[in-house]
Every structure is written in structure tokens, then in C-alpha cells.
């Protein structure tokens, strides 16, 4: 896995339909986790963090309904967007899916297009730069398209490592993220870096960043993490 690739878990107990899904997430360049049973959903989204759960409503054994509500009732899972699947049409079960806490709610037969753009939409709520968007902070500018930093106007040099850790701190300014957190967004789920790594890049962000003559932006959490303001 490249760390760049939003993770999408992948929830759906129909072979071939699961099939076509995963070959699209992944022509889309995303990184795709799979489930066929609700109860491999919630360990897996518990252990790989997804930063998207695409969510069949009718599995075997736990529901994707009842997935959905103890993903939103658990802290470790309750930020992740899901975009429940399901061929109930009626009002009422696209009310209750909505108001259990799904992000979208999509009714069998959909168009695969449509479900791209609106995991596109997801994301660009929950990992922007990871669809292109610009960010600011004060007078730091991060431009995902183009992979620019710019403080003040003056263009900063940074390696691929600090764009994307500067690049997460800046999709949650103040959230504080625990090295942990930030080797698996950083790095990626299946490498194993030491978390002193973290401190390295942090401190080689820090530098880059102070080149500007700016004040340093990042606020370190004794016995936590790091955070952005």
C-alpha cells in the first residue's frame, strides 16, 4: 500500500458484486479491504481504520444496519464515513439508514459512476488532499493537485514524507494525532517504520517551515502526538 491511497473497506457478501466494486475502487487508485459478513466488518474497521466503509444493508449473521450503529456508538470508528448500500427503497428505511448514521445512502441497482462521486464527496470532507484540494492554514497554502507548499508566497521544499504529513495535520488543525496515527496515515498500514521516525520528519516539517521566517505552526502534545495551531 502506498500511504497516499484512502483505505475503503469494502462490505458486501454477493461475490460478483463485490467483485465488480473492488476492480472500480481500485481502477479509481483506491486502496480496497473486503468483508462478506458483518461481523469481519467490525473487526476490520476497528483494526485497518478505513477512511470509507462502503456498507451492504443485508449480510449474513450481523446486519450492515447493526454494523452501522455500533460503528458510530464506538469512539475508535464513529468519524469513519460509511455509504450504506442496500436495495430497500422505501422512505422509511432510507430515513432509518441516515439516521443510524450513515454519510449516503445509495439503492440497489446504482450507477458505479455516481458511487465513485460520492465517495469522491466523502472524502473530500474527511481527506481532502487526497482528492486534490487546496488548504490553508494562516499563510501556509498546501495545493494536493500540484503537490505545492507555499507560506507567505515563498514556495517551501519538501519531500514526499513531510508534504503528506503536513498534508494530514493540515486536513484537522488542532486535532492532536498520536505517532501511531500518523505512521499509519503517513506511512501506511503495512510498513513497519519505529515511531522515533515520526519525530524525525516532524522536526525536519518544522525546519522547512521556519525557512519562511514564519512562526512554527506545529505544537507538540507531551505524551501524545503532534498537532497542527
Known amino acids: 500500500m502506498t500511504a497516499e491511497k484512502p ?3 469494502l462490505v458486501e457478501d454477493e461475490p460478483a458484486q463485490r467483485e465488480i466494486l473492488r476492480y472500480n475502487l481500485a481502477s479509481e487508485g483506491y486502496e480496497v479491504t473486503m468483508a ?14 478505513p477512511d470509507l466503509v462502503l456498507l451492504d444493508w443485508m449480510l449474513p449473521g450481523v446486519s450492515g444496519i447493526e454494523v452501522l450503529r455500533r460503528m458510530k456508538a464506538s469512539r475508535q470508528t464513529a468519524e469513519i464515513p460509511v455509504i450504506m448500500l442496500s436495495a430497500r427503497s422505501e422512505e422509511m428505511d432510507r430515513v432509518r439508514g441516515l439516521e443510524t448514521g450513515a454519510d449516503d445512502y445509495m439503492i440497489k441497482p446504482y450507477s458505479v459512476s455516481e458511487l465513485m462521486a460520492r465517495i469522491r464527496t466523502q472524502l473530500r470532507r474527511t481527506r481532502p ?3 486534490g484540494e487546496r488548504l490553508e492554514f494562516d499563510d501556509i497554502v498546501l495545493d494536493g493537485e500540484t503537490h505545492r507548499v507555499t507560506r507567505g508566497g515563498v514556495e517551501l521544499k519538501l519531500g514526499p514524507t513531510e508534504f503528506r504529513l503536513l498534508a494530514t495535520l493540515m486536513e ?8 501511531e496515527q500518523l505512521l499509519d496515515r503517513v506511512w501506511g498500514r503495512d510498513v513497519y517504520v519505529d515511531t522515533r521516525t515520526v519525530d524525525v520528519h516532524v522536526g525536519r516539517l518544522r525546519k522547512s517551515l521556519s525557512r519562511s521566517g514564519g512562526s512554527d505552526p506545529l505544537r507538540t502534545v507531551r505524551g501524545t502526538g503532534y498537532s497542527l495551531g
Open 7 to 9: 483505505c475503503v473497506l
Open 36 to 49: 462478506e459478513n458483518g461481523d469481519d466488518a467490525l473487526l476490520l474497521a476497528d483494526e485497518v481504520k
Open 129 to 131: 488532499v487526497s482528492v
Open 172 to 179: 484537522k488543525p488542532g486535532r492532536v494525532w498520536s505517532r
